[in-house]
């Protein structure tokens, strides 16, 4: 059973910084690219970083670029996102999957970004 259990979401003043994880389990993580997306309020689900499966190589959307670092750790399964400079427009649940959206989602971490 597929499972990807995101955490690390919260409260956090613009300029801020916060760490996403996500821990997955029931498939075989290390031949996935993984990516992290984002859902805000109103808005379609978004990709916003990509790591390849051995982490060799990133991407990122625009409008995270330079400011969110994705990581992945293939022996404890888990990839993670580090995301500094944090804007209001960052406000979103956060979730993480293979870059091709494989399995179904898990529940997300809320990330607001608010004074």
């Known amino acids: 059973q597929v499972q990807l259990v995101e955490s690390g979401g919260g409260l956090v003043q613009p300029g801020g910084s916060l760490r996403l994880s996500c821990a997955a389990s029931?498939?075989?993580?290390?031949?996935?690219?993984m990516s992290w997306y984002r859902r805000a309020p109103g808005k379609e689900r978004e990709k916003v970083a990509t790591?390849?499966?051995?982490?060799?190589?990133?991407n990122y959307a625009d409008s995270v670029k330079g400011r969110f670092t994705i990581s992945r750790d293939n022996a404890k399964k888990t990839v993670s996102l580090q995301m500094d400079s944090l804007k209001p427009e960052d406000t979103a649940v956060y979730y993480c999957?293979?870059?091709?959206?494989?399995?179904?989602w898990g529940q997300g971490t809320q990330v607001t970004v608010s004074s």
């Open positions: 999957n293979t870059d091709t959206s494989r399995w179904d």
């Open positions: 790591i390849t499966n051995a982490g060799g190589s990133t």
């Open positions: 029931g498939f075989t993580f290390s031949i996935y690219a």
